[in-house]
């Protein structure tokens, strides 16, 4: 007797014999114990996963000469005949080789005729995808009120295909892939049963080539026994698929858990001298830096199926969760683009480097235990008087939120004694009432809430020899504490080019700067009359330059006996469109005007949505406009004056340079960037409306 193939050899018999597909087979195995059979059964799933084997087994469940059952006896000679593929009621038909409609109507003839042997006649069609649409729809009938004799099983590997009218007519089932570890299995269940001796790690590279298929496994290790000779070895079946040994891989990741460039160069010059595809290399590393994670995670959940759970864990003890995924996501994107290299080895080379190259340093680890001094490191800061009445919820939000820097605000009840060598802060006195106020309101009540009853403190003055004057505009500004001059928050504010509020707020002081000079050194008596907050408002505009920059009102209407093409502009601003067809209005220019008759040209590079609809709408809106029929004639072409849209731009430059050149010529701006040696962003300058 001629040799069988594995693949044919173990074919599954009997839903038992079936490996995986659980979820499919409960549903045919309670349908044919109760009773509740469909006429129309579609398997699909990728090669390899048992849809034909399926098909055949419930083929076989369904004309079993014992009866309809789950558990066909396998011993009839309808069970026999299904087995080896000569059942006459057992229509198998190749989809890919007949999808001509004369096909399927010569197999659909037949279905009115009684099965021969059997109880059912059963249709199985394979790829039937591969059918045409004139097959499909002659199919549709048919398969939707079939005769009670008939049962139709369908199976394809792209189930996209099928139109949506036959997938409506079917129970479908889809058949999942195969992992390594079921593919493992049932090898391991076939060698045993064929005597032939393996090794486990080889059985694992099988499972993996495999790629979830389970004839492609049984194939595979058909050629494995035939290189191999009397037994399956690791070494055998990594040179027969032409992959690497699993060792190599590992060296690598052991270079670089040590970050040694050496190490990992010499471990690729090593691999190199078996030719390997670093595509496949890069994979495999991969998965291994899968595996550590996994045993950074939950060491438990790494089993030593692969024969590596040593390595594992051993790499997992020496790498950090940054490093693992640093890797595994420069492979990832290394993987990708490998293809782009000059060759692939000097890629795989710049992959390893750059996990080297971009691997964190310096990252310190949470200790386990409180470092050494750090309970007393704070033995220079005063200690804080811990109060015996509780504190309120906003004192202890506020203690949690901020911390407190030199200069803040203190409640006076808290205040200490301040030398008399030192500089007395101004404070702002508070009723005796009004402190019982404060003192019996409720904890809830914010800090905010309260800061008319606290202490502004302000730190030393540096000696003399550091201070710096304040210029004279911002020394008056703070003075007579007056509010900036109209337009000038059009820039953004001041505090983006220093950390202090020169807008009038009188009880804040955010910065440690000269101020507290200026507030500590009382005014003259006079100084309040003689200096004029008028004196540092910027110049004003000339009246020529106001008309520019101001929003123009609304224009009277123009006359349709006096329409010139100047006034095109006017015009259209007068006609308030938007939209598409606006756009297509600001970018018109007006050719001519006689009479009723308007000529426009719309410019050549702002036509792309441009059609006779929009002409209809605008010459509409200049009949409403003017009050008579208006006609209209567009055309495209360059244009050869100012346009609405052109016209909008130039002023908001014209604007945009105003704000900007009014801003750097206030003197107290200048002041500012003077004192600070700030810049000004012209960038964040906007005039006002824009």
């Not at 009120?145 to 099983?153: A, R, T």
């Not at 690598?252 to 160069?265: F, I, K, S, T």
């Not at 890069?282 to 939950?298: F, P, T």
């Not at 955010?510 to 200096?531: G, K, M």
Request: proline share 8%; charged share 25%; with cysteine.
């Amino acid at each position: 007797m001629s040799y069988q193939v594995l693949a044919r050899k173990w074919r599954p018999r009997t839903f038992k014999e079936l490996v995986g597909q659980v979820h499919v087979l409960q549903a045919l195995v309670n349908a044919l114990d109760n009773d509740r059979l469909h006429h129309a059964y579609l398997f699909t799933g990728t090669r390899g996963v048992g849809k034909t084997t399926i098909a055949r087994i419930l083929a076989k469940c369904l004309n079993c000469e014992t009866g309809v059952t789950s558990e066909p006896c396998g011993e009839c000679d309808s069970c026999r005949e299904i087995d080896e593929g000569r059942f006459v009621d057992l229509i198998e038909v190749d989809a890919a080789s007949r999808t001509r409609l004369e096909d399927t109507k010569e197999l659909l003839d037949n279905v009115q005729y009684a099965p021969t042997r059997g109880r059912f006649k059963v249709y199985l069609i394979d790829e039937v995808h591969m059918l045409s649409t004139h097959s499909f729809n002659a199919l549709l009938k048919t398969l939707e009120e079939p005769p009670p004799h008939i049962k139709f099983l369908l199976a394809t590997t792209d189930p996209h295909k099928l139109p949506i009218t036959i997938l409506s007519r079917c129970l479908q089932f889809s058949l999942k892939n195969m992992p390594p570890e079921r593919v493992v299995g049932h090898l391991q269940n076939v060698l045993d049963g064929e005597h032939i001796s393996y090794e486990l790690p080889a059985l694992w590279q099988l499972g993996r080539a495999a790629d979830g298929s389970m004839r492609d496994a049984l194939s595979l290790t058909d050629q494995a026994i035939a290189y191999c000779g009397e037994g399956l070895t690791n070494q055998g079946v990594t040179a027969m698929l032409g992959t690497i040994d699993q060792a190599q891989v590992y060296r690598v990741l052991d270079a670089l858990a040590d970050g040694r460039p050496r190490a990992v160069l010499d471990s690729v010059s090593e691999l190199s001298e078996h030719s390997p595809d670093y595509v496949a290399v890069l994979a495999d590393m991969l998965s291994a830096l899968h595996r550590v994670a996994l045993a950074q995670a939950l060491p438990d959940v790494v089993d030593n199926s692969q024969g590596d759970r040593e390595q594992i864990l051993n790499l997992a003890g020496r790498m950090t969760a940054e490093d693992v995924q640093l890797y595994y996501q420069t492979g990832l994107i290394g993987r990708r683009d490998l293809p782009l290299s000059p060759d692939p080895r000097s890629g795989f080379e710049m992959v390893l480097l750059r996990m080297l190259a971009f691997r964190p340093d310096g990252i310190p680890t949470v200790p386990e235990q409180p470092l050494p001094g750090s309970d007393s490191g704070n033995e220079k800061q005063a200690p804080r008087e811990v109060s015996s009445a509780p504190e309120s919820k906003a004192e202890v939000r506020e203690d949690r939120e901020e911390p407190e820097p030199s200069g803040s605000l203190d409640a006076p009840a808290q205040q200490e004694p301040v030398s008399q060598t030192e500089p007395q802060p101004q404070s702002v006195e508070v009723p005796a009432q009004e402190q019982e106020q404060v003192a019996q309101e409720p904890t809830e009540v914010l800090e905010a809430e309260r800061q008319p009853a606290e202490t502004i403190e302000v730190p030393p003055s540096p000696a003399p020899s550091q201070q710096q004057p304040m210029p004279e505009p911002v020394e008056a500004a703070v003075a007579a504490n007056d509010a900036p001059p109209p337009g000038f928050y059009d820039a953004p504010p001041l505090a983006d080019y220093a950390n202090v509020d020169m807008g009038g707020y009188e009880n804040e002081v955010r910065t440690p700067i000269d101020v507290d000079s200026l507030l500590n050194e009382p005014p003259a008596p006079s100084q309040p009359e003689t200096v004029e907050p008028q004196a540092a408002t910027p110049p004003e505009p000339s009246a020529q330059h106001v008309e520019e920059i101001e929003p123009e009102d609304e224009k009277e209407k123009i006359a349709l006996a006096g329409l010139q093409p100047q006034n095109w502009i006017d015009l259209s601003q007068g006609l308030r469109m938007g939209g598409v067809t606006g756009a297509i209005v600001s970018n018109c220019e007006m050719v001519s005007a006689a009479g009723n008759k308007m000529a426009l040209r719309l410019d050549s590079e702002h036509d792309t949505l441009y059609n006779d609809n929009h002409r209809m709408r605008i010459e509409q809106a200049l009949s409403d406009y003017f009050g008579e029929k208006i006609a209209l004639d567009i055309q495209t072409g360059v244009v050869q004056t100012e346009t609405p849209s052109a016209w909008r731009e130039r002023r908001r430059r014209e604007r945009l340079e105003a704000a900007r050149r009014s801003f750097h010529t206030d003197e107290r701006v200048q002041a500012i960037v003077e004192a600070f040696s700030g810049t000004i962003l012209d960038h964040t300058i906007e005039p006002v409306g824009s």
